[in-house]
């Protein structure tokens, strides 16, 4: 029979779950180093213009494919156009490549946020990151030797992921945003109090803030914006697309999306206080330079704040908070991203929620589980996520605003969409962010990643490991997203459009 789609309750429920997505771990730990990097406090301005000119206008797309068209990104883009299917397959399989890594990474902060009370690191944080705790194998390629102190928090991370989704859109993804969200940003607050009263702290925000203008000439620094963004966003890859189609007819779509916007820059720009106010400290007690201390991503976490936290007075507290702040952000975030690959193959096959969950929900876990607790998963983590982010997410998104924009007649629809339920209207400028700025900066990042891939590689992998798990993944989600399209969907209704 036919099933009515699950909705939001409210306009709340569905704030607090985009929030719950967008906040991850791109604003704790890729944010404030990215924007140290690309000219401190004058990243500011090339970050705010990307913000409004691709950021917020792309989330407008999303909600407005997903409300419009009331389903999944297979669905929604089967809906807008016969052949345009296969668009919302692929970014499906790319939420399913993030998903099986991501939730990886919040097992080991997991474990870390425990580790901060018995400081298991001792003196040497880079040696227990690599030696004890993820026991790397110095061998670049695929062994199935597990890693007993990551498997069991992986697993248990999947379990948590699967239960919460099982509950479904508002018991499950809005109720468990609404206290995991509130509470983040909590722990958030109290650990940037305590970092600014650290000594040094100042010295901190003094690098991460001290303007160097002479950059703003660079494009460097604007593609590291727009990227930022992109990324930090959570658009364009089936997200807010699929959040969106649980929105009752009457929403107002564009209010709701400004503020996810801002709350997602505020808490990043808050989370480069806190992470440089205790950068500032340990380099002021080492004698060191900020720059000497600053290190991105995976470093950041898991070596430079362990530093920071048997250093540092109250030092355990201070670890509990960034840590779980971590898991609490991962988790909300993968949630939604699991959510995008639940949702299409739910609404493809017409299956139950449970069973949709069950049916998704293990298998991803079970290949998760296999590749990445072991002590070759390190690299393979590192490969995919750089893979999928520059030649999957970057890519879906680029022929998406194009394919919406060539025809003419997708965009003024969808912003007619946009103004019959909201309260701020979108327009030409609208139109013109979407369909003439975005597409120009998305190809020139493409570009310029590609160039680098094949000049340098990646890393010091060996060839054939890029090979198949870069460039081989990335082409492979593309063939497969346009095999799928191909798949008979389980009731014509699908193909209806809802309006
Ligand atoms: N917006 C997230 C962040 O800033 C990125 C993300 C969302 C990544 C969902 C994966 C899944 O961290
Ligand atoms: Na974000």
Not at 84 to 101: D, K
Not at 416 to 445: A, C, E, Q
Not at 460 to 475: E, S
């Amino acid at each position: 029979g036919l099933r009515t789609r699950e909705t939001f309750s409210g306009r709340n429920a569905f704030i607090f779950a985009a929030i719950g997505s967008a906040v991850g771990l791109g604003n704790i730990w890729r944010f404030p180093y990215v924007a140290y990097e690309n000219g401190g406090g004058a990243f500011i301005v090339p970050y705010l213009i990307a913000l409004v000119t691709a950021g917020i206008p792309l989330l407008f797309l999303d909600y407005a494919i997903g409300h419009k068209f009331r389903g999944s990104p297979p669905m929604a883009f089967r809906r807008l156009h016969k052949k345009a299917e296969m668009f919302g397959w692929w970014q499906v399989l790319i939420c399913f490549v993030i998903a099986v890594y991501y939730a990886v990474i919040i097992a080991w902060a997991a474990c870390y946020t425990w580790f901060s009370v018995t400081k298991a690191w001792g003196d040497d944080p880079a040696g227990f990151l690599m030696g004890e705790f993820l026991q790397v194998s110095d061998e670049v390629n695929v062994q199935f030797s597990f890693v007993p102190g990551v498997l069991i928090p992986l697993i248990l991370v999947w379990v948590a992921a699967i239960a919460i989704l099982a509950f479904g859109v508002q018991k499950g993804i809005a109720r468990s945003a609404m206290v995991f969200i509130p509470l983040l940003f909590v722990m958030f607050i109290i650990l940037v109090v305590q970092s600014l009263f650290l000594p040094g702290a100042l010295t901190g925000l003094e690098a991460l803030f001290t303007p160097d203008w002479s950059r703003m000439a660079d494009s460097g620094i604007w593609i590291a914006a727009y990227g930022q963004i992109f990324f930090s966003l959570s658009v364009a890859f089936g997200i807010m697309l699929t959040y969106s189609s649980y929105l009752k007819k009457k929403t107002d779509l564009t209010g709701s999306g400004f503020v996810v916007g801002f709350t997602n820059s505020g808490f990043e720009i808050l989370a480069g206080i806190g992470v440089f106010a205790a950068l500032g400290f340990i380099a002021v007690q080492n004698g060191q330079a900020v720059d000497d201390v600053a290190a991105s991503g995976i470093g950041l976490a898991f070596i430079g704040f362990p530093a920071i936290i048997s250093q540092a007075p109250a030092g355990a507290l201070l670890g509990v908070l960034f840590f779980a702040s971590l898991v609490f952000a991962g988790f909300t975030s993968m949630v939604s991203i699991l959510e995008v690959v639940i949702s299409s193959v739910k609404d493809k096959l017409g299956l139950s929620r449970v069973g949709a969950t069950l049916g998704v929900g293990i298998p991803m876990a079970i290949i998760s589980i296999l590749l990445f607790p072991t002590t070759t998963g390190l690299n393979l983590l590192d490969v995919t996520d750089a893979f999928v982010n520059s030649f999957g997410i970057v890519a879906v998104a680029l022929v998406v605003v194009i394919f919406l924009t060539a025809g003419f007649t997708a965009l003024p629809k969808l912003r007619d969409h946009l103004n019959k339920t909201s309260s701020v209207k979108m327009g030409r400028t609208w139109m013109m962010f979407v369909g003439g700025i975005t597409p120009i900066i998305l190809g020139y990042i493409l570009i310029d990643s590609l160039q680098t891939r094949i000049a340098e590689g990646y890393g010091d992998m060996p060839t054939w490991f890029v090979g198949v798990f870069g460039w081989g993944m990335a082409i492979a989600l593309v063939v497969i997203a346009y095999l799928l399209s191909k798949l008979p969907w389980s009731s014509k209704s699908a193909l209806h459009d809802p309006d």
